[in-house]
């Protein structure tokens, strides 16, 4: 498995200053966005197959175990506020439930009767099932892929391992091969970073795909703290003209929405 080869730049890990420790991680770092751009084809797959969904009705639902599952959760939970769709359109399941968020579970990825139960449950016709393993193993994934038979209008993997289970399984496989991490094994960093680069890929251009942007501006946004209400406000004056006043009287008339305000 290359999630879990040996980097031999790193054999001396332990006797490296901590600047050399530091240079040496970002230049493995450096390399991380080439191999995402080597995986644009199927990329550019996925958007579809998502954007195609949520016109019909339905949506995404990520799947994932560890760092990949906490990714998934992450990038799910913030699809409403920027693009205000409800909360279904975007979802996300991790091996071991929401504790796992924050305290390791690590065996919880090992079931894949509960990544089969837990996607039936999460699953509705016609959605996109998003497995996210970096080693393309984790049985919990490919469990929740293999429940998605009949249901998901499509299948999609993400992870690091060209000849994994999940880049077998998946209908459009995206794989990200970062090679071997500095610490053998910890696929929270090059591989954890492909994967947060590809979720912002997957999610942001099926948005601005469905609309849900005005060009670069978060149209759809929802002003919820004093930040977003400020964002708001510029985007409605630069998009009309309006001095500050005039741009926080629109949007209040408006109930804080910003393409109300707009028109």
């Known amino acids: 498995m290359?999630?879990?080869?040996r980097?031999?730049?790193?054999?001396?890990?332990?006797?490296?200053?901590?600047?050399?420790?530091?240079?040496?991680?970002?230049e493995e770092d450096a390399g991380v966005a080439a191999a995402v751009r080597a995986a644009i084809d199927p990329i550019d797959r996925a958007v579809d197959a998502m954007v195609s969904a949520i016109r019909a009705g339905a949506g995404v639902l990520?799947?994932?175990?560890?760092?990949?599952?906490?990714?998934?959760?992450?990038?799910?939970?913030?699809m409403p506020p920027t693009f205000g769709v409800p909360?279904?359109?975007?979802?996300?399941?991790?091996?071991?439930?929401d504790g796992a968020l924050r305290t390791a579970a690590?065996?919880?990825?090992?079931?894949?009767?509960?990544?089969h139960r837990d996607a039936r449950?999460?699953?509705?016709?016609?959605?996109?099932i998003v497995g996210i393993s970096a080693s393309g193993r984790a049985p919990y994934?490919?469990?929740?892929?293999?429940?998605?038979?009949?249901?998901?209008?499509?299948?999609?993997?993400?992870?690091?391992?060209?000849?994994?289970?999940?880049?077998?399984?998946?209908?459009?496989?995206?794989?990200?091969?970062?090679?071997?991490?500095?610490?053998?094994?910890?696929?929270?960093?090059?591989a954890g970073t492909a994967t947060k680069l590809v979720l912002n890929m997957l999610s942001t251009a099926a948005m601005v795909r469905s609309g849900r942007t005005r060009g670069d501006l978060m149209a759809d946004l929802r002003p919820t703290n004093a930040k977003l209400r400020a964002r708001a406000i510029g985007i409605v004056?630069?998009?009309t003209g309006a001095d500050e006043a005039e741009a926080r009287r629109r949007l209040e008339r408006a109930g804080w929405d910003v393409r109300r305000a707009l028109q």
């Open 2 to 5: 290359s999630t879990e080869a």
């Open 121 to 128: 449950a999460a699953l509705r016709k016609g959605d996109v």
């Open 7 to 26: 980097n031999p730049r790193a054999r001396d890990l332990a006797t490296m200053t901590t600047r050399q420790l530091l240079e040496l991680m970002n």
């Open 62 to 78: 990520y799947v994932g175990a560890g760092t990949s599952g906490r990714l998934g959760v992450l990038d799910a939970s913030e």
């Open 141 to 190: 994934v490919l469990g929740a892929l293999e429940a998605s038979a009949g249901v998901a209008s499509a299948t999609v993997g993400i992870t690091c391992d060209p000849g994994s289970p999940l880049a077998r399984a998946a209908a459009i496989s995206i794989v990200v091969d970062v090679g071997p991490e500095i610490v053998a094994g910890s696929s929270r960093l090059k």
């Open 237 to 239: 004056r630069a998009e």
């Open 106 to 115: 690590e065996g919880a990825e090992d079931d894949p009767a509960a990544g």
């Open 87 to 97: 909360p279904d359109v975007f979802r996300a399941i991790i091996a071991g439930g």
